[in-house]
Structures are given as structure tokens and as C-alpha cells.
């Protein structure tokens, strides 16, 4: 554990109270008078003899003598003009600074210096209790003696202003005093961290209130005068409380299985740390206790451990994102202890007060009779006061006042598009709308038209069944030639054949995964529209959605429409209005009764405390206990104006709750009202659907965009082996055909393995439409073929012709590769093996999209 800061002591030197009292008393009642309390001052100037010679260390036994000699000289004052008295006898008040003991001592006649010095020893008295017992780790009594320190120091700060010495200057005991309730917290923070079951979230509540009160009193002692060494040490305890709140604010995040935020607030951790590494740097580790650099090395290390362990499960189980930091809440702090107030120390000492007998004490009863009369008087009309706010707000809270009449006056407003807004937002779908509406919007400028390639896509089908037929045309003459001119069957041709074949029947298949993309955007064609064009959009759509919804129930026959209904509508409306006003006004007339009445109260007893009948009783001095009574009631009379206003005020509410209860029953009573309430209701369940057809077209739009892509990118391929299929029939079955029917023999056997050297008209110079048309359907170049692995194709523009070829027509084997059919497993991405297509092939893609 760290260790704890504990203030030095005051010194002084002696003062001689007895002869100094003595020679007052003497001059003032007397002799005789003064022997009767010689032995009380006897008792005072002892008290302060043990104070003098006291050293820190005796511990709890000088508390009693310093709370002792506190309440006599409280007791002195207010019974003898103690300015007289230690001017009169130039008695001298000498104290040190307590940081600054090398500096002569401080001289001064006044009883205040002497006071302030006396409760500053005893401030550091509790604050070297309050150490001792942390050292023991006795938790309990350090927080007690810390906050008594604290209290101490507190009243210093502000019934002394005017310190000669910079030790009881504001900033100085205001600073010190935090500086100790700062300690009484950690003492509270390590005791609760010893029981069994602690809970992060309340360690980083109490953490991070630790961090706070060190941080305030770090700032109130830089200001000081005082020369003190703590100053660094202090501010870094705030950074370290500050990690340490941040740590267990991480480690409850982990309790509800939010590891993004814990991974987070753990990092938030760690920059706090480096921020008190670098801290340390620049003042020097000799100015920090070395214990407390220890425990924040250690947090680290626990931090950097827990870090990488829910880094780790959070991406192997968990996939949560990680959120910006400042989206993270931040701790609400709690403070463990609070300072125990000097006047709550004093009155809990129970120390009898020596010089009594000084003032007449029948004046002082008096006094005390009397005011003992005047507060039952303000406890009495409190109660009632009290009791007459409760039915007010009894009645606000049980009306739900003024939320209930603000809906009210909502729903009858026909049409209000910032109402509508408001009843949106309060929809939980809603935001996340609007942050898809931004995402589609931003996207859609790069993103490519759905509808467009879908066109270039048939554009390229239809080329594809274009070429496939002029395949089979010209395989269908290579057959007659075969029956007319005995031309031998090619081996290739059949393999084409076959491919061809194939290329039909990957079409069909394609052809009903197509519709099935297709089907699902027409399903949400609409809401994606409206997604791409921004949150302004889907604000504008949702409000026409409610309104047309409200117009198409308001749609009925006009031979069902009934006049009185309208006429009463209107009615009801205006009595609506006139409810409202009378409601509003009847609920600010009741709370300016509620404030009237309690400033009334709080002038009664300003009026009441600053009165002052001494005088009177003076003169009435040894009057009878019934006399007595009668000047009090005397007295107590000249409020009577106070009280009969309290008592009007009090009535008159009673009448005024009856009428605002009726008010407000008429107004819910209303026909209007009740209708207005259930088509209210048919709206919110109208916007929730509408928002949940916006989210399943945001991921439609995610399904199909992804889908799109894909089919584009196989039908270029297709396309392209397409091509290059038609283009080896066209040049096999022209060269057959150029050849005579004489001289088949000698070339049959060449005919088997393929036409070398033989050069004819290529595939797009027959029939350039195909070309021509591809170029203009298809906007995105499909992938470009090596020339060195097709050296007689040129696929540089879409579907372009072939050049002359020299090679022979086994170089087929050549071509652009059709996708082989996958395994029976399936394939995660349909479109890269088009050769198997069925009608779910688009649910495979939007289980690897979602």
C-alpha cells in the first residue's frame, strides 16, 4: 500500500493565562468572585502548559486537552471582552510557521491567531493518527482521523482569514484540508478492497472520486505560499487513482460481456500511466515515494495482462467493435468519506464548561427559552408547509404533470413535422436508420447502378445465346459436309461440341439465380432508393408514410360521411384548448403557492434569529417562570402577520387541487381526445414497421450490390470462353468446308489432328455485328488474357476478332479456361465455379455478406 502525508506541528512559547485573567477578573467583579473560578483558570493555563510541551507522538491523549482548551477559550470569548483582556495585560500570542520553522516566530495579540494555531496542531495530530493507523492497515481509524483533520482544516479556512503565517493562509488549509479527506478516501477505497466480494463498478466509483479530491488539492496547494514538499507526490496519487478507476471500470465492462468497451477503458488506462511515467520523468523519482511508483508499475503490468486477454476473446468469440473513446460513459465518481465538521467534533466532546459562572447564566436561560419557543413556532408551520407540498406534488407526479398534457397537446396537432421527429427518435430503430441512410448515400457516388449492370448482364446473355446459335449452325453444316462431301469426323469439333453444350447449360442455370437477385431488389427497390438518397429522404419518406396512412384511414365513402362528427370534432377541439390554458394556469398557481409559502417561512425565521430581547430580560430580571411566559408570548405576537399568511396560503390550495383534478379529467374524457390517442398509436406501430422495411432493404442492398459484382464478373469469363469456343468452330468448320471432295483421302488423316498453316477469314471478320454490338452493351472490360498463353486472340476490347492463325487447331487446349463444377461440399461463392447454379446460390452469398 502507499504511505500517507501527515502535517508537522506549531511550535510556541509560554503565556501566563493566570495572570492575565486574574488581573482582569479582579479589576472587573472582584476579588472574591475571582477566587471562585481561580481554579478553572488554573485548569485553562495548564491546559495550554501540556499543549506547549506536547510532542505528536503521545497520540491520542492529547486530543481531549486540545478539544478542551478550544471549547474554554470559545467559552472566555463569549463571556468577557477578550480584546480588553490580552490588551490590557499585553499578553502575546508566539508561534512558528509549521513548513517554514527556520523563520522567527510570529508575535500577535489576537485570540484568533492563538485559536487558528491551536486547531492547525490539532489537525496534525489526527492527520499522524490517521498515518499510524493506515501503516497498521486499520483502516476504519485512519478515515476517521483523516476526516476529522479535514474538518479541522476546514473551518480554519473559513472563519480565519486573515493569517499571519502562510500555514493558516485560505489556500493553504483549504488545500490541505482536501489533501486529507483525499487520504480518508483511500483508506476507505483499501478497506473495501479487502472484503470478499468487491464490484469493479463501485472500485472505479470510489477510484475515481480518490483521483478527483487529490486532483482538487494538488490544484489549491500549488497555490499555496506555503513551502511544501507533497505537491508532486499528491498529484501523482490522481493520476494513479485515475488508472486505477479506469482499470476496474474496464474490468465490469467484462461482467456484461462488453469487451469493446473494456478493451477501450483499458487503453484509456494505460495512457493515463504513461502520462504519470512521463510526470515522474520530469520532477524526478526522489520526489515521489517509491511505494507508490511500485503499485503503479504493477497496475500496469495487471492492465497490459487483462488487455491482451480480452483482445484475445474478443477476437476469437466476442467480434465486437471497438467504440471511440469518447463514446465511452465516464465514471461517475463517489466520495468513501467526508469531512467531520470541527462544531460535530466539539459538541460529541461533551466538555464541561469552566467558566460558567462569569455571565449570568439566567439571562443566557432565558435566551435559551425563548428561542427554544421560537423554533417550536417555525417547526410547527414547517410540517404543515410540508405536508400541504407533499399534496402538490403528489398530484404533479400522479398526473404525470406537464408531460401528460404536452402529449395531449401533440397528438391534436393535424400536422406538425418537428412533433413527428420527435416520436421517431424515440423509436430504437431509428438512429441506426439514419446512419445507414449516410452510409448509402456516401457510397452510392462509387458504387456501381444495380439496374445498369443487371442490363449489361442480359446484354451479355443475349450475345452468348447469339453466339451459341451461330455455333450450332455452323456445326450443323460441318454435318452435311460430313454426309455430302465425306468429310471424316473432327475430334475437336466434338469437344466443342460438347463445350458448347456446357456453356448452354451454365446459361439456364445462371439464368435462375439471376432471378432470384432480380426478385429480391424489386422487393425493396423503394426503401433502397430512399436509403441512397440520405437522411432527409428517409425523414421525408417516413413522414408521408404516417400521413398517407392517416389519409387512407380517413378514406370513406362520402355517403358515410357524417356532418356532426366534424362539427363536433371541432368543438371538442376547441374545449380541449380551454381545458389545456386552465390546467397550466391552476398548476403555476399552486406552485407559486408552494414558493410563496416558503419564502414566507424562510422570512419568519430570519426574522425570529435576528432578534434580540436580552435587554428585555435584563430588565425583567428576576421575574417568575408565568411572567416570564408573558413576555415571550409578547414577543412572539409581532409575527402573527407571518403565520395568518401561511394559514391563507395553506387553505386556499385545497380548492384549486379540485378544480385542476376536473380539469384534467374533461380534457382525457374528450371524444376527440380518445381518437386522437388510438390513431397515435396506429402511427408508432406504422413507423416501426416502415423502419424495420428500411433495415432489411439496407441489407438486401448489401446482398444484391455484392451479388451484382459477382455475376458481372463471371459473365465477362463466360463471354470470353464464348468467344474463343464459337471462334475455333468457325475456323475448323470454314477451313473443312474450302476443302475439295477429290483430294479428301490424301488429307483425311490430316484432317483428325487439326489444319495447319492454312489461313482463312477469322470469326468477327465474318460476322462483325457480334463486335460491334458487345462494344456498345458492355461498359466494363471483362479480364485481359495473356497473348503468350492465347497467342491468336486479342481480347483487349470486349469480344474482339481473331488474326490469322498459323497454329494448328489442337491449340484449343489453349483457351480460357471454363470453371470446373466444384466438389459436392459446395462453394462459398457461387459465381466462381458458374458452372453450378441453383436457385439458392444467392442465400449462400448473403451468409458470408451479413
Known amino acids: 500500500m502507499t504511505t500517507f502525508i501527515h502535517l508537522p506541528e506549531k511550535k510556541t512559547l509560554n503565556i501566563d493565562w493566570e495572570d492575565s485573567l486574574t488581573k482582569f477578573l479582579n479589576q472587573t467583579f472582584g476579588k472574591s468572585f475571582t477566587n471562585e473560578i481561580l481554579k478553572s483558570i488554573q485548569t485553562l493555563d495548564k491546559l495550554r502548559v501540556d499543549i506547549q510541551h506536547s510532542n505528536i507522538s503521545d497520540g ?18 463569549l463571556r468577557l471582552p477578550m480584546n480588553s483582556v490580552i490588551a490590557g495585560n499585553e499578553l502575546e500570542f508566539n508561534w512558528t510557521d509549521a513548513f517554514d520553522s527556520k523563520n522567527k516566530s510570529v508575535k500577535q495579540h489576537s485570540l484568533s491567531f492563538e485559536k487558528a494555531s491551536i486547531l492547525f496542531s490539532l489537525a496534525s495530530l489526527y492527520t499522524y493518527l490517521g498515518a499510524i493507523s493506515s501503516s497498521s492497515m486499520d483502516w476504519k481509524n485512519a478515515v476517521i482521523n483523516f476526516a476529522s483533520s479535514s474538518g479541522i482544516l476546514e473551518f480554519i479556512s473559513i ?22 479527506i483525499a487520504q480518508a478516501q ?14 469493479h463498478s463501485l472500485v472505479s466509483r470510489l477510484s475515481e472520486g480518490t483521483s478527483k479530491s487529490y486532483s482538487n488539492a494538488s490544484d489549491l496547494l500549488n497555490k499555496s505560499k506555503s513551502k511544501l514538499d507533497c505537491n508532486d507526490e499528491v498529484h501523482f496519487k490522481s493520476l494513479y487513482f485515475h488508472s486505477f478507476a479506469l482499470f476496474h471500470y474496464a474490468q465490469s465492462f467484462t461482467e456484461s460481456n462488453k469487451f469493446g468497451y473494456a478493451i477501450v477503458s483499458a487503453n484509456s488506462a494505460k495512457d493515463t500511466f504513461f502520462e504519470s511515467r512521463r510526470f515522474i520523468g520530469s520532477v524526478g523519482k526522489n520526489k515521489i515515494e517509491p511505494g507508490i511508483i511500485k503499485l503503479n508499475e504493477t497496475l500496469f503490468e495487471e492492465i497490459e495482462e487483462k488487455l491482451k486477454e480480452w483482445e484475445k476473446d474478443n477476437d476469437l468469440i466476442y467480434h465486437q467493435a471497438l467504440p471511440e473513446k469518447n463514446n465511452i460513459p465516464t465514471i461517475k465518481s463517489m466520495d468513501g468519506s467526508k469531512p467531520i465538521s470541527f462544531e460535530i467534533q466539539i459538541k460529541n466532546s461533551n466538555l464541561k464548561d469552566l467558566f460558567e459562572k462569569i455571565v449570568p447564566m439566567e439571562a443566557h436561560q432565558g435566551m435559551s427559552i425563548y428561542s427554544e419557543k421560537q423554533a417550536q413556532v417555525t417547526r410547527e408551520w414547517s410540517e404543515k408547509i410540508q405536508i400541504a407540498d407533499e399534496k402538490i406534488k403528489s398530484l404533479f407526479e400522479f398526473s404525470r404533470l406537464p408531460d401528460s398534457v404536452v402529449e395531449i397537446q401533440n397528438i391534436l396537432r393535424t400536422s406538425n413535422s418537428v412533433i413527428e421527429e420527435e416520436a421517431r427518435e424515440k423509436e430504437d430503430n431509428y438512429p441506426k436508420v439514419l446512419a445507414m441512410a449516410h452510409e448509402l448515400e456516401s457510397s452510392s457516388k462509387l458504387s456501381s447502378d444495380f439496374e445498369q449492370t443487371m442490363q449489361n448482364i442480359q446484354n451479355k446473355r443475349d450475345t452468348i445465346m447469339k453466339q451459341t446459335d451461330d455455333a450450332d449452325s455452323w456445326l450443323l453444316k460441318d454435318e452435311k459436309n460430313v454426309i455430302i462431301k465425306g468429310l471424316p469426323q473432327n475430334s475437336e469439333l466434338l469437344k466443342l461440341k460438347e463445350e458448347i453444350i456446357m456453356i448452354k447449360n451454365t446459361l439456364s442455370e445462371a439464368s435462375n439465380t439471376d432471378n432470384d437477385l432480380n426478385n429480391m431488389w424489386n422487393r425493396f427497390k423503394l426503401e433502397i432508393s430512399v436509403l441512397k438518397n440520405g437522411t432527409e429522404e428517409v425523414q421525408k419518406w417516413l413522414s408521408e408514410s404516417e400521413n398517407s396512412t392517416n389519409k387512407l384511414a380517413r378514406q370513406v365513402s362520402l355517403l358515410d360521411i357524417d356532418d356532426s362528427n366534424s362539427n363536433n370534432d371541432a368543438f371538442d377541439m376547441k374545449v380541449a384548448q380551454h381545458l389545456i390554458e386552465s390546467i397550466y394556469s391552476l398548476k403555476k398557481s399552486l406552485e407559486l403557492l408552494m414558493k410563496e409559502r416558503g419564502t414566507t417561512l424562510s422570512d419568519l425565521k430570519t426574522a425570529m434569529h435576528s432578534e434580540d430581547i436580552s435587554s ?13 411566559d408573558e413576555v415571550f408570548n409578547e414577543q412572539l405576537a409581532k409575527y402573527s402577520s407571518y403565520t395568518s399568511r401561511l394559514e391563507a396560503l395553506i387553505d386556499v390550495q385545497d380548492d384549486k387541487i379540485i378544480e385542476l383534478k376536473d380539469a384534467l379529467n374533461r380534457l382525457l374524457d374528450l371524444n376527440i381526445v380518445k381518437k386522437k390517442v388510438e390513431e397515435k398509436k396506429k402511427e408508432r406501430s406504422t413507423i416501426k414497421a416502415k423502419l424495420l422495411k428500411l433495415i432489411s432493404a439496407y441489407e438486401t442492398n448489401k446482398l444484391c450490390s455484392k451479388g451484382v459484382e459477382e ?10 470462353r464464348t468467344t474463343y469456343t464459337v471462334g475455333r468452330i468457325y475456323d475448323i468448320v470454314t477451313q473443312r468446308d474450302s476443302v475439295n471432295t477429290e483430294p479428301r483421302r490424301s488429307i483425311s488423316s490430316a484432317m483428325n489432328t487439326g489444319f495447319g498453316g492454312h489461313t482463312v477469314n477469322n470469326y468477327n471478320q465474318q460476322y462483325p455485328y457480334l463486335s460491334q454490338q458487345t462494344q456498345q452493351q458492355q461498359q466494363i472490360p471483362p479480364p485481359v488474357y495473356s497473348n503468350v498463353a492465347y497467342p491468336n486472340v486479342n481480347l483487349n476490347n470486349n469480344m474482339t476478332g481473331y488474326n490469322n492463325r498459323s497454329e494448328s487447331v489442337s491449340s484449343a487446349s489453349g483457351a480460357p479456361p471454363l470453371p470446373s463444377k466444384p466438389n459436392t461440399t459446395g462453394s462459398s461463392q457461387p459465381y466462381s465455379t458458374p458452372s453450378v447454379y441453383n436457385p439458392n446460390m444467392y442465400s449462400q452469398f448473403g451468409q458470408n455478406w451479413k
Open 616 to 628: 428585555i430580560l435584563i430588565n425583567h430580571s428576576g421575574a417568575s417562570e408565568s411572567e416570564l
Open 159 to 180: 472563519n480565519f482569514l486573515h493569517a499571519p503565517t502562510n500555514d493558516l493562509k485560505v489556500d493553504t488549509t483549504k488545500g490541505l484540508s482536501k489533501l486529507m
Open 186 to 199: 483511500e483508506c476507505f477505497l483499501w478497506n473495501y478492497m479487502q472484503s470478499d466480494n468487491i464490484k
Open 711 to 720: 455475376a458481372y464478373t463471371f459473365y465477362v469469363k463466360l463471354g470470353d
Open 60 to 77: 491520542e491523549t492529547l486530543i481531549p486537552i486540545y478539544l478542551n482548551y478550544i471549547t474554554q477559550l470559545n467559552s472566555l470569548e
